[in-house]
T-cell receptor
Framework: SQQGEEDPQALSIQEGENATMNCSYKTSINNLQWYRQNSGRGLVHLIL?????REKHSGRLRVTLDTSKKSSSLLITASRAADTASYFCATSLSGGYNKLIFGAGTRLAVHP | ETGVTQSPTHLIKTRGQQVTLRCSSQSGHNTVSWYQQALGQGPQFIFQ???????GRGNFPPRFSGLQFPNYSSELNVNALELDDSALYLC??????????FGNGTRLTVT
């Protein structure tokens, strides 16, 4: 079974709206990462948050981490049609960026 | 553009056959990982190679094997293909303290 579970499985919004995706995981982690995947393509790293951090920002992205609840959220503000993609959270048991365990992803559709 | 190249992009094989997938990086990252992504699912870690040695393996049977070459390129070999092996196979390179750089994958269909 996968370590992370994203919620919702699918999200449909209008351009300019904010999109929030949630991720829950099962075991203690060193860090949690978010990746984006356009249809049929490879994954692109968005942001990493370490277990001792609670919030991190990168451009229009805001990630929070609650280790007591074993959950994380990704907020995309002022969404654009180009943000349409699948978003995955991934945890690393060994530290660093490697040997990642991914969730099943949230499929985001942003309509013009 | 991640600088990671995978070949072929698409492949159709018959159950029981063997397949070799290839991956290379423009940069000299010495750690390469392979992931299997079934349709509608997240990627699952197959194994990782560091300096030509296997350095961690996920829950995949021995018929999934790999190689890493001195130029850090890598191969994923799958023997005795099964229908459930149909998936997108992704490789990713990692440098020191840098995120994974994924290729666009090889779409394998087993009939």
């Amino acid at each position: 079974s996968q370590q992370g579970e994203e919620d919702p499985q699918a999200l449909s919004i209008q351009e300019g709206e904010n999109a929030t995706m949630n991720c829950s995981y099962k075991t203690s982690i060193n860090n949690l990462q978010w990746y984006r995947q356009n249809s049929g393509r490879g994954l692109v790293h968005l942001i990493l948050i370490r277990s001792n951090e609670r919030e991190k920002h990168s451009g229009r992205l805001r990630v929070t981490l609650d280790t007591s609840k074993k959950s994380s959220s990704l907020l995309i503000t002022a969404s654009r049609a180009a943000d349409t993609a699948s978003y995955f959270c991934a945890t690393s048991l060994s530290g660093g960026y490697n040997k990642l365990i991914f969730g099943a992803g949230t499929r985001l559709a942003v309509h013009p | 553009e991640t600088g990671v190249t995978q070949s072929p992009t698409h492949l159709i094989k018959t159950r029981g056959q063997q397949v070799t997938l290839r991956c290379s990086s423009q940069s000299g990252h010495n750690t390469v990982s392979w992931y299997q992504q079934a349709l509608g699912q997240g990627p699952q870690f197959i194994f990782q190679y560091y300096r030509e040695e296997e350095n961690g393996r996920g829950n995949f049977p021995p018929r999934f094997s790999g190689l890493q070459f001195p130029n850090y390129s890598s191969e994923l070999n799958v023997n005795a293909l099964e229908l459930d092996d149909s998936a997108l196979y992704l490789c990713a390179f990692e440098g020191p303290d840098s995120p994974l750089h994924f290729g666009n994958g090889t779409r394998l269909t087993v009939t």
